[in-house]
Nanobody, 129 residues
Framework: QVTFVESGGGLVQPGGSLTVSCTASGFTLNYYAIGWFRQAPGKEREGIGC????????LFADSVKGRFTMYREHAKNTVYLQMNNLKPEDPANYFCATDAGRNHCDGNYDYSRFGVKYWGQGTQVTVSS
């Protein structure tokens, strides 16, 4: 059974930073491109970024570009989303996903364009002073 788990969410002040992680059991994240999404209450799900497996290259939506980064820690089978300069529009449930088929983002930051096979439940990020 494959399970994706995101963690590290919490409350941060505007302008602050937070790093959330995505790990999996029964599945090796290291071999596949991973997408990050977020969804705020009453809003549509938004694909915000993708990290490729082989070279770790990343792509981001304009809404987070320059503020968010992603990286992998292969030994821990984990992908991280580092969020800097958090803004009032960033609060959402953040979750990771993969189609378990590709190892590169192929020029797309929005992983939903590929279809998704595995999702996590997400971790909540709140931005408030």
């Amino acid at each position: 059974q494959v399970t994706f788990v995101e963690s590290g969410g919490g409350l941060v002040q505007p302008g602050g930073s937070l790093t959330v992680s995505c790990t999996a059991s029964g599945f090796t994240l290291n071999y596949y491109a991973i997408g990050w999404f977020r969804q705020a209450p009453g809003k549509e799900r938004e694909g915000i970024g993708c990290i490729s497996a082989m070279d770790g290259s990343t792509l981001f939506a304009d809404s987070v570009k320059g503020r968010f980064t992603m990286y992998r820690e292969h030994a821990k089978n984990t992908v991280y989303l580092q969020m800097n300069n958090l803004k009032p529009e960033d609060p959402a449930n953040y979750f990771c996903a993969t189609d378990a088929g590709r190892n590169h983002c192929d020029g797309n930051y929005d992983y939903s364009r590929f279809g998704v096979k595995y999702w996590g439940q997400g971790t909540q990020v709140t931005v408030s002073s």
